[in-house]
């Protein structure tokens, strides 16, 4: 059963910084691809902040570009995302996704992380 468990977020005043981690577990069987961070603010949709591929590409949201940066261990299987100079508008519930797909299935798989809270004060 895949599990992913996340960690790292918190409150910190604006300017400041916060590292998220994701690790997947569960993973025998399986080919892990890309990975990435969503987040929703309240009363918004949930957007993308950051993707990786299986391969190290990585795309950024424009909101977030040159302030946060996407990392992954694919021995450990999992993905970081290290934010710097947080603004208020970066307060989210942050979510962690990985797409899988078994080794004898073409079908690719979302999971979600169950979502940590990042505050940003003014």
């Known amino acids: 059963q895949v599990q992913l468990v996340e960690s790292g977020g918190g409150t910190v005043q604006a300017g400041g910084s916060l590292r998220l981690s994701c690790a997947a577990s569960?993973?025998?069987?399986?080919?892990?691809?890309?990975m990435g961070w969503y987040r929703q603010a309240p009363g918004k949709q949930r957007e993308l902040a950051a993707t990786?591929?299986?391969?190290?590409?990585?795309n950024y949201a424009d909101s977030v570009k040159g302030r946060f940066t996407i990392s992954r261990d694919s021995a450990k299987n999992t993905v970081y995302l290290q934010m710097n100079s947080l603004k208020p508008e970066d307060t989210a519930v942050y979510y962690c996704?990985?797409?899988?797909?078994?080794?004898?299935?073409?079908?690719?798989?979302?999971?979600w992380g169950q979502g940590t809270q990042v505050t940003v004060s003014s």
């Open positions: 996704n990985v797409r899988m797909r078994s080794v004898f299935f073409s079908t690719w798989n979302d999971y």
């Open positions: 569960g993973t025998i069987g399986n080919i892990v691809g890309a």
């Open positions: 990786i591929t299986s391969s190290g590409n990585t």
